[in-house]
Every structure is written in structure tokens, then in C-alpha cells.
């Protein structure tokens, strides 16, 4: 089964800006799509950003566009997500998951998901 492991969560200003990183195991990261999800209290998982099994591809919620970059080094097995101009409503748990089956960004697709890493924004 594949494993995920997320990290470079944290605490930022608004503004600001991190980089999510993920790692799987148990599976060569190019045989699958990848994407990153984000879950804040009181609402429903959406999908953030997604990326192709050859990164050329990609997806990105409209409420990110132009701020966040989903990029994947299949030679590391690691996902990135490059965010940028953080803004408080960004604040939440972000999760990375790997698809192995046709779809999207769609969360019912994505079959494998890591523990999750939290992202706070303050204002």
C-alpha cells in the first residue's frame, strides 16, 4: 500500500509564504496522480491542487490560483506544494493523497492520504 508523509506545516503571517512537502513509500511515486487537500474545522475536504503522474498536468482551486505551485521530483518520491501570499482563510489541515484510478481533484478518487500537516494564518 502506498504510504504518505507530509510535512512544513506551520504558523505564518499573513502574506507569508511555506512549502508542503510529501514523501511516499511502498510505491514509486510516478505511477500516480497526486494531489494536495486541505480540511478546515467545520468544512468539508476540498481539493487544493493536483497533479498528473508526469507533473504536466496540473489543477488548482480557484481560491489559490496564482499563489500556490504543485510541482512533484518523481526521482525523490516527494510531492511540493509551494504556497505564497498566505492568507488567513488558507488556515488549515493539508493533506496529501495519491490516485491510482481516472479522475481529477476530485477527493473520492484519491485512494491513498497521509496523516496531514496544519497550516495556520494569522492575520
Known amino acids: 500500500q502506498v504510504q504518505a508523509v507530509e510535512s512544513g506545516g506551520g504558523l505564518v503571517q499573513a502574506g507569508g509564504s511555506l512549502r508542503l512537502s510529501c514523501t511516499i513509500s511502498d510505491a514509486t511515486l510516478d505511477d500516480y496522480a497526486m494531489g494536495w487537500f486541505r480540511q478546515a474545522p467545520g468544512k468539508e475536504r476540498e481539493g487544493v491542487a493536483c497533479i498528473g503522474w508526469s507533473g504536466l498536468s496540473t489543477f488548482y482551486a480557484e481560491s489559490v490560483q496564482g499563489r500556490f505551485t504543485i510541482s512533484r521530483d518523481n526521482a525523490k518520491n516527494t510531492l511540493y506544494l509551494q504556497m505564497n501570499s498566505l492568507k488567513p482563510e488558507d488556515t488549515a489541515m493539508y493533506y496529501c493523497?495519491?490516485?491510482?484510478?481516472?479522475?481529477?481533484?476530485?477527493?473520492?478518487?484519491?485512494?491513498?492520504w497521509g496523516q496531514g500537516t496544519q497550516v495556520t494564518v494569522s492575520s
Open positions: 493523497a495519491a490516485r491510482d484510478r481516472p479522475g481529477n481533484c476530485e477527493t473520492s478518487v484519491y485512494s491513498y
